[in-house]
């Protein structure tokens, strides 16, 4: 009987760790409107409540590279279509179509840089459990990016860029 209660008791707290579809579909929704707001605001503590470690810091890296330039990114979702909800083991990956509008703005002004940028993505969302709660583990482009914009143009040379310095001449410089 004992064992019996056991298995029961096992079932049970399996059943709640499982995610269904819908709820794994308004996890990604609600990882895409933090994402959208922790973007905007520059700060990348807005997002914790739905990624994992992993996940949160290369939020942190990417919002952290727009606040150092003194820009937030102000994203729009204008379209999302789930195309695929497959489990493997402890792990649920939700595929989806989107389109967003993207546009760079300075801190403090909210001044547009540039043109906005209407792209296109089919993403992969890795969802699991992290400290008894299940997040975004993971993202990734699950097919290229259609992206509105062209790439900016680099207005220095990329050494400068990159705080190196510059090359000596050829033949070699002055020993040190």
């Known amino acids: 009987m004992r064992a019996l209660v056991l298995f029961a008791a096992a079932l049970a707290l399996g059943?709640?760790?499982?995610?269904?579809?819908?709820?794994?579909?308004?996890?990604?929704?609600?990882?895409?409107?933090?994402?959208?707001?922790?973007?905007?605001?520059?700060?990348?503590?807005?997002?914790?409540?739905?990624?994992?470690?992993?996940?949160?810091?290369?939020?942190?890296?990417?919002?952290?590279?727009?606040?150092?330039?003194?820009?937030?990114?102000?994203?729009?979702?204008?379209?999302?279509?789930?195309?695929?909800?497959?489990?493997?083991?402890?792990?649920?990956?939700?595929?989806?179509?989107?389109?967003?509008?993207?546009?760079?703005?300075?801190v403090g002004t909210g001044q547009p840089l540039g043109a906005a940028s209407d792209d296109a993505y089919v993403m992969r969302y890795t969802l699991g459990r992290e400290q008894e709660r299940w997040v975004v583990l993971k993202t990734e482009h699950a097919e290229p990016p259609v992206v509105g914009r062209p790439a900016p143009e680099w207005r220095a040379p990329v050494r400068d860029l990159h705080g190196l310095p510059a090359r000596p001449p050829a033949g070699g410089g002055p020993t040190p």
Do not use: H, P
Request: hydrophobic fraction near 40%; include cysteine; charged fraction near 35%.
């Open 15 to 106: 059943g709640c760790q499982r995610l269904s579809d819908e709820e794994s579909i308004a996890l990604v929704v609600r990882y895409n409107a933090r994402n959208v707001e922790a973007f905007r605001a520059g700060d990348a503590r807005l997002t914790e409540e739905t990624t994992g470690l992993e996940e949160g810091k290369k939020l942190l890296g990417l919002i952290g590279v727009r606040m150092d330039q003194g820009t937030v990114l102000d994203a729009q979702l204008l379209s999302f279509e789930v195309t695929g909800v497959v489990r493997e083991r402890d792990r649920v990956q939700v595929t989806a179509r989107e389109r967003w509008r993207w546009v760079v703005r300075r």
